[in-house]
């Protein structure tokens, strides 16, 4: 199975480790894993910003990026929802396109959504010592329907312990460009969301969005909690010796 | 009514920083939630109501000419009016000239979010007509002189004790029954004073929740009973309604009436439904003598040809408002117009205009919590994106914004270029923060910083690596 990962330009920029703890999972559960070179955006923040034409351009560059593979895994739910969601209608008018960008669509998934539901993958291989808590981004609850995939994989964890976050279906106030648009009511909907992951009482919070992680984690850091914050993949992979998200080196 | 939208980001803040206002939405954002979690929970069928609802609602709307006459000839056979406004200056023009014949003087009002959509208590005081609000949180907001804040629960953003200031400064020299100390003392202080009103009063007139077109009935639900009194105390009975109110039958009300009170409140069903039909007959105790209902376009009818006809589904039952992440933290009064939270911003650019209204569209992080909740299913974030995109095809975005943006996609869309800069941003981005791992101030993003740190790219690019590491492993190094 020829699998392409698109790490997304957060990951690619901020955290190589997240793709890297990727890419380990899927080849352990059988993939032949490419990453190809001229990955880029997938045209997310002009589409929530409006801008279609910029859009429909990313769009039909990363189609003819990874049209060819049989699948495409996505470390994040709002990018794989892009794609699976939004480029059929951003691409709607384009002849030579609109086809495409369904066919593609329907091949597109959340790398847990993807490891569980596809693969049937039940344990990673990996051990995580503690209390962890899971933060539901947005797109992966409500776009993907990925909510019982990641919890699976964690508590597959021999020595990890998974308490639910209250408010778990809230927003952490990340929202793109809304952060910056807004960042006054972004923060108080990230501190109330970090207030909730204090009440968990665990010492690591997990998500499968690194939106909605460096918001959380940024927060976080500022007010100096010793909660660690990492991608789901990178737990999954075993990588908790990589320093967490916003943490010193 | 006054627009204020374009001030939204300064009202947030203000909002944000006001302690009595966050302690109210604080109290009432959970209510609604958990109330609304615990009725769903006795209601297997909800998913089906929800269905079977939606299918109502679309059915009326590619029908919804055909509704609204058979509605009308049946008002008429039941010896009731329908009048129809094309826009908010007619339909005040129509309210004021019925309440003008029938030499009024004293109006009793029951909540109507349509009548605040045509500023109809500023036309009615226009006329020098004396206006009473009769609902217990339009009365509270309207001693405050102040406009609803949510569009089922008005003064949702008052304490108790803030309501009982209120009524202790307006109320002065007319003397309590006791020192208002609890709810029900506030409900009885309110009751006194209305009940004098109600039986002065010249014209009642009232919103509607659904208009039945096979018996030519208006639907009205109320936890008070205000709207009973309201319509059947005075001798003139005037509905305000929008002209998506509409259903066929009796039949379909009652499906619609098993999600809206759940979605709203969490309550099974609201204290009163009641269903208006005609005035008085000959047979009746009591009633009006004349029964109007003015039926409302205001947009609605170029909604249904375009993207936004899925709001014409919309109940207002609020749910959209008690979910929204954004509207729990500032509240409706921050958004400027009448319709606050997603339902809001969806509607009020398409009222007001663009112009005024884009920010609204903004203000989301398109969690689609909303969605998620709505009894009837309305894509409000597809909504609020499809504004959006009309913002920035008009150039209403901020300069700084769209050239910020711009640039990004135009990096992006050059993939040598992208990977060139991703790579030495990365590392310098790494090496300024140094072993701390994460940034304190940056440049242009104070937006972010001033309460966030921004943690530290770990320092080249993820592409740029995994091809160094299978060149590595191709040449067996």
Redo the contacts between chains.
């Keep these: 199975m020829r699998v392409a990962l698109f790490?997304t330009?957060l990951?690619?920029?901020?955290?190589?480790?997240?793709?890297?703890a990727a890419?380990k999972l899927l080849q352990q559960a059988g993939c032949t894993v490419d990453?190809p070179?001229?990955?880029?955006?997938c045209?997310q923040?002009?589409?929530?910003?409006?801008?279609?034409n910029?859009a429909r351009?990313?769009a039909r560059?990363m189609i003819d990026v990874f049209y060819d593979y049989d699948y495409v895994i996505v470390p994040s739910g709002s990018c794989a929802g892009m794609l699976r969601h939004h480029y059929p209608t951003v691409l709607a008018d384009d002849p030579d396109y609109s086809l495409k960008a369904s066919e593609l669509a329907v091949r597109c998934h959340e790398l847990t959504g993807f490891l569980v539901d596809v693969l049937g993958v039940t344990s990673t291989g990996a051990t995580f010592d503690g209390r962890l808590t899971w933060h539901d981004s947005?797109?992966c609850l409500?776009?993907m329907q990925v909510s019982q995939q990641p919890r699976q994989l964690l508590t597959s964890l021999p020595g990890c312990e998974l308490v639910e976050l209250p408010d778990n279906?809230?927003?952490c106030?990340?929202?793109?460009?809304?952060?910056?648009?807004?960042?006054?009511?972004?923060?108080?909907?990230?501190?109330?969301k970090v207030d909730a992951i204090v009440a968990t009482g665990a010492a690591t919070v997990a998500a499968a969005d690194l939106g909605c992680l460096?918001?959380i984690?940024?927060?976080i850091?500022?007010r100096e909690l010793p909660i660690r914050v990492f991608h789901v993949a990178e737990l999954l992979a075993g990588m908790t010796d990589t320093?967490a998200?916003?943490?010193?080196? | 009514m006054k627009t204020n939208t374009r001030e939204f980001p300064q009202r947030a803040q203000e909002a944000l920083l006001d302690e009595r206002l966050q302690a109210a939405l604080g109290k009432a954002r959970g209510g609604f939630v958990d109330k609304r979690r615990a009725a769903l929970d006795e209601l297997p069928e909800f998913e089906q109501l929800r269905l079977a609802a939606r299918a109502i609602k679309e059915h009326t709307l590619s029908h919804l000419e055909e509704y609204l006459l058979q509605f009308e000839s049946e008002v008429e056979s039941s010896g009731g009016q329908v009048h129809w406004a094309t826009d908010p200056a007619e339909a005040c023009d129509i309210a004021v000239s019925l309440c003008r014949d029938a030499n009024a003087q004293l109006i009793a009002k029951g909540k109507t979010m349509v009548g605040e959509e045509i500023g109809l208590n500023e036309a009615l005081e226009a006329a020098k007509l004396r206006v009473v609000e009769t609902d217990l949180g339009e009365y509270i907001i309207q001693l405050a002189d102040e406009p609803p804040s949510h569009i089922i629960a008005p003064a949702v953003h008052k304490s108790r004790g803030e309501i009982a200031e209120l009524f202790e400064s307006h109320h002065h020299g007319e003397g309590f029954l006791r020192p208002l100390e609890s709810v029900p003392d506030i409900v009885d202080e309110a009751r006194r004073v209305l009940r004098d009103e109600f039986l002065a009063a010249d014209v009642g007139i009232t919103g509607a929740n659904m208009l039945i077109a096979e018996t030519g009935s208006t639907v009205l639900v109320t936890n008070e009973g205000n709207g009973d009194l309201t319509s059947s105390l005075p001798p003139v009975h005037i509905v305000i309604a929008s002209i998506e109110k509409v259903v066929p039958t009796l039949e379909d009300t009652t499906i619609l009436l098993r999600l809206l009170a759940r979605s709203a409140t969490g309550q099974p069903i609201t204290s009163y439904t009641s269903f208006f039909t005609g005035p008085k007959r000959s047979s009746d105790l009591g009633g009006p003598e004349q029964f109007h209902v003015v039926l409302v376009d205001n947009g609605r009818s170029q909604m249904l040809g375009n993207a936004y006809r899925d709001m014409l589904r919309c109940i207002r039952c609020g749910a959209c408002l008690n979910h929204c992440p954004v509207y729990g933290a500032v509240g409706g009064h921050a958004y400027g117009w009448v319709y606050p939270g997603p339902m809001g911003s969806v509607l009020t650019p398409l009222m007001i205009g663009l112009g005024d209204g884009h920010v609204l569209a903004d203000a989301s992080t398109l969690c689609g919590r909303c969605e998620d909740v709505c009894p009837m299913s309305i894509p409000l974030p597809r909504m609020l994106r499809e504004h959006r995109l009309q913002s920035h095809h008009d150039g209403l975005m901020k300069p700084l914004a769209r050239g910020a943006l711009g640039f990004w996609a135009a990096i992006a869309r050059r993939p040598r270029l992208y990977r060139w800069l991703v790579e030495r941003k990365s590392r310098l981005l790494h090496r300024i923060a140094g072993k701390r791992g994460y940034l304190r101030k940056v440049p242009m993003a104070a937006g972010w910083t001033n309460s966030r740190d921004l943690p530290a790219p770990q320092g080249g690019s993820f592409v740029a690596a995994w091809q160094q590491r299978q060149k590595n492993e191709g040449s067996g190094k």
């Design positions: 790490a330009c990951v690619d920029f901020m955290r190589p480790s997240v793709g890297f890419a990453v070179v001229a990955q880029t955006c045209g923040p002009a589409w929530n910003n409006g801008d279609a910029n351009h990313l560059q947005c797109s409500r776009e279906e809230v927003c106030g990340f929202g793109g460009t809304f952060s910056v648009k807004f960042p006054e009511i972004s923060t108080r909907m990230v501190t109330d460096l918001n984690a940024g927060r850091s500022r320093p998200i916003g943490e010193e080196s």
